[in-house]
């Protein structure tokens, strides 16, 4: 069985991983002749758009995934007419643009932040009369990791953020004061077999996802589920799909969903019966689902613009080393730690002594 991915970065990369001892091989599609996935299977390296290795990837695939929203609609179609492509399509254009993915957020009575499309300097200023203040004014495409968004605590702030971003689509939304963020990473099957993992705990710094922590048993579970449930039945979807909340008292606002993999579910890859990595290849391939409860308290921390030495990462108890063989950048995703360990303070110190190694001397 041969699984096409478009894109070969490190999420690619730990599906081929994942796929190895089932027999799976991956077959990606990358501009970039270094995609990190290439250690891990055979890379058609060229634009997403393509035709002649589009069409190689749907004659040589069982089956067509993707693992980052920002594919070309153009190219996706052309596939999705010749192999069968899961998530469905539709799941990742409404996923690409915020205004479409907080519209269907509210068309499913999924509570979201107050939002507007802007595309003027006038319509930013009727924005904000809705939203108050403060206020995220973010690109409706392209952004990810923090990129493409701008906070708006007063009027000084409006005039530098609409000149950074004007020219493309943009959103803008209230600033939300949450408590803490959550995310929410579910599989579906083609059958219509529908998995949670459990619910995570996560820490963003400048829009970077710093850290995740499993809230097996957490109060919010029913409601989270409620809601991605919803989703995932509007889809028919078929594959991981992961949804990120802001928590305010015991309300949940959506902000966004990935349909793919997703970096508040690395966890999973020691944390849990079966990684959201295989499960994801099984359910784009139709096999059974594996079950997706936590085998102990786990988390993860991310390595970004810099890796500390392994030895130290490695020192930790319960600490599981994912090195993506990426050049270092800053702001890049270089690697992660995953954490094991028999009891929750166990995994909290770890996490703890883990963000330390992450952050030393680094530049992110
Ligand atoms: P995003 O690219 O929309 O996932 O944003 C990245 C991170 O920026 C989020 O995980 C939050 O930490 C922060 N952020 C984005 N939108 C908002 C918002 N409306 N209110 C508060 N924080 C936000």
Redesign the pocket.
């Known amino acids: 069985m041969i699984v096409g991915i478009i894109g070969g970065g490190q999420l690619a990369q730990m599906l081929a991983m994942a796929g190895q001892p089932l027999g799976i091989r991956c077959l990606f599609l990358d501009p970039a002749p270094d995609a990190c996935a290439r250690t891990t299977g055979e890379l058609l390296c060229g634009d997403y758009g393509d035709d002649r290795l589009l069409d190689e990837l749907a004659r040589r695939a069982t089956v067509v995934t993707y693992e980052f929203e920002n594919v070309p609609e153009a190219g996706l179609r052309r596939l999705a007419s010749r192999v069968s492509v899961h998530p469905h399509p539709q799941a990742l254009a409404l996923a690409r643009d915020?205004w479409h993915e907080k519209r269907l957020f509210a068309d499913l009575h999924i509570p979201t932040?107050p939002f507007v499309a802007v595309d003027t300097r006038a319509d930013l200023e009727r924005a904000l009369a809705i939203t108050g203040w403060p206020?995220?004014l973010?690109t409706r495409t392209m952004?990810?990791?923090?990129?493409?968004?701008r906070?708006l605590r007063g009027p000084a702030d409006v005039d530098g953020a609409f000149a950074a971003l004007f020219g493309a689509p943009l959103i803008l939304?209230?600033?939300?004061?949450?408590d803490r963020?959550i995310s929410v990473v579910a599989v579906r099957s083609a059958t219509g077999d529908v998995r949670f993992y459990p619910l995570t705990e996560?820490v963003?710094r400048n829009?970077?996802?710093v850290q995740s922590q499993a809230r097996p048993g957490d109060p919010m579970t029913a409601r989270a589920e409620d809601y991605v449930g919803r989703l995932l039945a509007h889809f028919a979807y078929v594959g991981v799909l992961a949804v990120?909340f802001?928590q305010k008292g015991d309300t949940l606002l959506a902000?966004?969903m990935a349909p793919r993999v997703h970096n508040s579910g690395h966890w999973t890859m020691e944390g849990a019966e079966t990684s959201q990595f295989e499960n994801h290849l099984r359910a784009v391939l139709g096999l059974p689902l594996g079950a997706t409860h936590a085998l102990a308290p786990s988390g993860m921390v991310n390595f970004v613009g810099r890796l500390p030495e392994a030895s130290a990462v490695l020192a930790v108890p319960g600490a599981h080393l994912h090195v993506y063989g990426k050049v270092a950048r800053p702001g890049r995703k270089l690697g992660h730690a995953t954490v094991r360990a028999p009891r929750e303070p166990d995994v909290q110190d770890a996490l703890a002594r883990l963000r330390v190694l992450a952050e030393a001397g680094g530049t992110i």
């Open positions: 915020r932040p206020a995220v973010k952004g990810y990791d923090g990129k493409g968004q906070v939304e209230g600033f939300v004061a949450f963020e996560n963003h829009g970077v996802l990120e802001f902000n966004e």
